[in-house]
């Protein structure tokens, strides 16, 4: 069964940055796109980044500007180096490919003073 195992998660100053990664154990990595997602604390998930096979990029509205997804292929790896952090982006995060697979235990953010 394929693994997503993400981490880098920690607490940080607002304005500060974060860098994401996501492993994936899979094969075929390479094929697949691949999407960020967050949950706040009694919010819904929602999806934050997409990186499709080919490199194009898609993000949510309030996260555009700060936040760039990047991959690793040769380590099945996918980044999200997340910058000038908001209160607001506090959440867990999870990667995940489109369409989803189970999920990976997410990696907490969190941004405060």
């Known amino acids: 069964q394929v693994q997503l195992v993400e981490s880098g998660g920690g607490l940080v100053q607002p304005g500060g940055s974060l860098r994401l990664s996501c492993a994936d154990s899979?094969?075929?990595?390479?094929?697949?796109?691949m999407a960020w997602y967050r949950q706040a604390p009694g919010k819904q998930r929602e999806l934050v980044a997409t990186?499709?096979?080919?490199?194009?990029?898609n993000y949510a509205d309030s996260v555009k500007g700060r936040f760039t997804v990047s991959r690793d292929n040769a380590k099945n790896t996918v980044y999200l180096q997340m910058n000038t952090l908001k209160p607001e982006d506090t959440a867990v995060y999870y990667c995940n490919r489109i369409p989803n697979i189970s999920w990976g235990q997410g990696t907490q953010v969190t941004v405060s003073s």
């Open positions: 990186l499709s096979a080919r490199g194009s990029t």
């Open positions: 899979g094969s075929l990595f390479s094929i697949y796109v």
